[in-house]
């Protein structure tokens, strides 16, 4: 019971500009492609699977990361060492996040 789900080109560009892709003409085949996806998704809701278990790990790995060991690092004067500006010891950055009233370069609006 595939609903034939086609995806407007309008979508198809919107979801694309949503991703940060550039397609090209040439690339429309895609949109296509994704309708397929939506067409096969729904063949997969028709399954019962209300007494399934939901899967969040599939390859049975419990701990995949190194152990945590305590090794030797750079000082604080070596890490400060090529810093554009610093302050009190730490690096001193411009706001990614402005104040009210204030510009991201930090001056008043």
């Given at each position: 019971m595939?609903?034939?789900?086609?995806?407007?080109?309008?979508?198809?560009?919107?979801?694309?500009?949503?991703?940060?892709?550039?397609?090209?003409?040439?690339?429309?085949?895609?949109?296509?492609?994704?309708?397929?996806?939506?067409?096969?998704?729904?063949?997969?809701?028709?399954?019962?699977?209300?007494?399934v278990?939901?899967?969040?790990?599939?390859?049975?790995k419990?701990?995949?990361?190194?152990?945590?060991?305590?090794?030797?690092?750079?000082?604080?004067k070596?890490?400060?060492?090529?810093?554009?500006?610093?302050?009190?010891?730490?690096?001193?950055?411009?706001?990614?996040?402005?104040?009210?009233?204030?510009?991201?370069?930090?001056?008043?609006k």
């Amino acid at each position: 019971m595939a609903s034939n789900v086609k995806i407007s080109p309008a979508d198809f560009a919107h979801i694309a500009k949503l991703s940060r892709l550039v397609i090209n003409p040439d690339e429309q085949f895609i949109a296509k492609q994704l309708s397929q996806a939506t067409e096969y998704i729904d063949i997969l809701k028709e399954l019962d699977t209300e007494s399934v278990v939901p899967t969040y790990q599939v390859n049975n790995k419990k701990n995949v990361l190194r152990d945590d060991i305590i090794t030797s690092s750079f000082t604080q004067k070596e890490a400060l060492s090529q810093a554009k500006s610093t302050k009190d010891g730490y690096f001193k950055t411009s706001a990614t996040i402005p104040a009210k009233g204030w510009s991201a370069s930090g001056g008043k609006k």
